[in-house]
């Protein structure tokens, strides 16, 4: 069924509205005028910084309709906006959906991408805000943008790691990136042959949660000098840190806390663990003589290396053996 | 030659800086961190309220490469996003700019196109903060986003016009949609045939300026009850408001101002002024008492109707002769 743009707004409307009356620490007291104007009108706290970010989530890029539920890609869409403000130890506040769709798409995907996106905005108190909608040239487009808050001049930047900071990881890197490797191994089957993975063994891949609270408490407990998410993966995560830092690293190969994924369930590759995406953890650097606990929010936190003087990461992979650490790259579903 | 990420966030750097240091009334200092962390800081002045607004610019539906050059397709995605901060009577702040690109789109189109959204933005002084890259599966796609500020509790509404009030439109309708039906007849005739259409003959198509200091003027003085810019056409962005504001309105056909367009010029059909959309001109009500200029900012106002109660658009054709005006849409480039 066809899907004109009229029924699609009034379908972004309800759950705009639905997102609003949600939420335990709901932000709708700062959203003035949402949805319905030509923009949105939001009136942050005195004494707050803004924070906004954006990020695509396209099909066939970042998703594929065969692979991920529609409640997924609305789920990772929001959680890829999310969790760029916990790394910036920042409070979501609103949410605003850039969304094109094929004239073919059934509304019934639509929806079902909604309610995915709705439940984690309820969950952290978002109000869907805006956005815009349009007719698709070709596959399933949506961006978007989510605004945060943190207290002035508060916010954990990446450019701020010196020499002698400690390096962490909150939980535990693959697993989502062993979804995608899993799907595609499929996907080279004959079509009989295939198995469909089961969401539930991979939630990290197509329910990943944004450490919303884990940056919040970080930042406001002083225990953190910089801060990125592992989106891209450690290897290049690390590296984004500290070419904005101007500091080099030292990582221990050992230390690396691996996924366990699938049923039973078995320890991912060091690969994974080093280069692969979109597992939306935390990667921080505590200053001297803060001690961190070992979890935080039942989340827990794994020291992996060290901030060092230049501008080399070098990979210890046993006792007196090193190699640079190469920027491996997340390239999502290209091959 | 095909762009990597890589160089392409370095370019967007690059046009980000240049954004940054220009601007008559440069919003550098609002913006705090840009480009290369997990999000822009934005720290508004107090006593501002923040306005957001998302809009794509999508390959095939809103720009065609064959009809519209890197830079007006650069141009006219900024100030689509600038027009919906016009609307509402505030000034721009920051932008952020998501893009995807196919992996063989020339790096001077890139180029090219970076150079009509940063000069847009450097005339209004908006800082390009940040945004998101990435792969596209299929054609150019770009999502704007644009902050602005008001002063708290002053922003202007679509909601608020009021039975009594008098209907006005700033500058001239129906000049963008000529562009397009022209450009329309070409691409049907054969290729030896065609003719390119002369840009600078159909500026508001491809270099719109939007409204901004004569929305501030307006919003300063108190002159509008209600306010929305023509980016659907007057038929649909009339609706929207009465739809918001719980209204209806009368409009007289002889009143609308005719876009004047090619060379020699000639004036636009009553149906492209009513309908076509993409002029980003203001459409605005007036309470009962206030004076409006004749022009603001040598831009001609131009009444056009009053707003009535009940719901009922109304058109008058001649004296006496009125019709339902019938939200008429606008297709952008489909068929």
């Given at each position: 069924m066809?899907?004109?743009?009229k029924?699609?707004?009034?379908?972004?409307?309800?759950?705009?509205?639905a997102?609003?009356?949600?939420?335990?620490?709901?932000?709708k007291?700062?959203?003035?005028?949402?949805?319905?104007?030509?923009?949105?009108?939001?009136?942050?706290?005195?004494?707050?910084?803004?924070l906004?970010?954006?990020d695509?989530?396209?099909?066939?890029?970042?998703?594929?309709?065969?692979?991920?539920?529609p409640e997924?890609?609305?789920?990772?869409?929001?959680?890829?906006?999310?969790?760029?403000?916990?790394?910036?130890?920042?409070?979501?506040?609103?949410?605003?959906?850039?969304?094109?769709?094929?004239?073919?798409?059934?509304?019934?995907?639509?929806?079902?991408?909604?309610?995915?996106?709705?439940?984690?905005?309820?969950?952290?108190g978002?109000?869907?805000?805006?956005?815009?909608?349009?007719?698709?040239?070709?596959?399933?487009?949506?961006?978007?943008?989510?605004?945060g808050?943190?207290?002035?001049?508060?916010s954990?930047?990446?450019?701020?790691?010196?020499?002698?900071?400690?390096?962490?990881?909150?939980?535990?890197l693959?697993?989502?990136?062993?979804?995608?490797?899993?799907?595609?191994?499929?996907?080279?089957?004959?079509?009989?042959k295939?198995?469909?993975?089961?969401?539930?063994?991979?939630?990290?891949?197509?329910?990943?949660?944004?450490?919303?609270?884990?940056?919040?408490?970080?930042?406001?407990k002083g225990?953190?000098?910089?801060?990125?998410d592992?989106?891209?993966?450690?290897?290049?995560?690390?590296?984004?840190?500290?070419?904005?830092?101007?500091?080099?690293?030292?990582?221990?190969a050992?230390?690396?806390?691996?996924?366990?994924?699938?049923?039973?369930?078995?320890?991912?590759?060091?690969?994974?663990?080093?280069?692969?995406g979109?597992d939306?953890?935390l990667?921080?650097?505590?200053?001297?003589?803060k001690?961190?606990?070992?979890?935080?929010?039942?989340?827990?936190?794994?020291?992996?290396?060290?901030?060092?003087?230049?501008?080399?990461?070098?990979?210890?992979?046993?006792p007196?053996?090193?190699?640079?650490?190469?920027?491996?790259?997340?390239?999502?579903?290209?091959?």
């Amino acid at each position: 069924m066809p899907l004109p743009e009229k029924a699609l707004i009034a379908e972004i409307r309800r759950l705009a509205k639905a997102s609003a009356s949600g939420g335990i620490r709901g932000s709708k007291r700062f959203v003035f005028t949402g949805i319905g104007d030509d923009c949105a009108v939001l009136r942050l706290p005195p004494q707050q910084e803004c924070l906004i970010t954006t990020d695509f989530s396209l099909e066939g890029i970042h998703f594929r309709r065969d692979w991920h539920s529609p409640e997924s890609v609305g789920h990772r869409c929001l959680a890829r906006g999310l969790s760029d403000i916990a790394a910036m130890g920042g409070k979501p506040v609103a949410a605003f959906l850039s969304l094109a769709l094929p004239a073919d798409l059934p509304q019934l995907w639509v929806r079902r991408f909604a309610n995915g996106l709705i439940s984690l905005a309820r969950k952290y108190g978002v109000t869907l805000a805006g956005g815009d909608t349009a007719e698709s040239p070709g596959g399933i487009l949506a961006d978007i943008i989510v605004v945060g808050a943190a207290p002035k001049g508060k916010s954990v930047l990446r450019s701020t790691a010196r020499p002698g900071d400690r390096i962490f990881v909150s939980g535990e890197l693959g697993g989502s990136a062993a979804a995608v490797e899993r799907m595609q191994s499929e996907t080279k089957k004959d079509k009989a042959k295939r198995q469909k993975l089961d969401q539930r063994s991979y939630p990290r891949h197509f329910y990943p949660e944004p450490r919303i609270e884990l940056g919040c408490i970080l930042r406001e407990k002083g225990w953190v000098s910089a801060m990125i998410d592992t989106s891209d993966g450690l290897s290049i995560d690390l590296a984004h840190l500290c070419e904005e830092s101007g500091v080099g690293a030292e990582v221990d190969a050992a230390l690396i806390p691996r996924a366990r994924v699938g049923k039973p369930s078995t320890e991912v590759d060091l690969g994974l663990a080093l280069h692969g995406g979109e597992d939306y953890e935390l990667l921080f650097t505590a200053p001297p003589g803060k001690r961190i606990p070992s979890q935080i929010a039942a989340i827990p936190l794994t020291q992996i290396g060290r901030i060092t003087r230049g501008s080399k990461i070098v990979l210890h992979t046993q006792p007196n053996v090193f190699q640079e650490l190469e920027p491996g790259g997340w390239q999502h579903f290209r091959r």
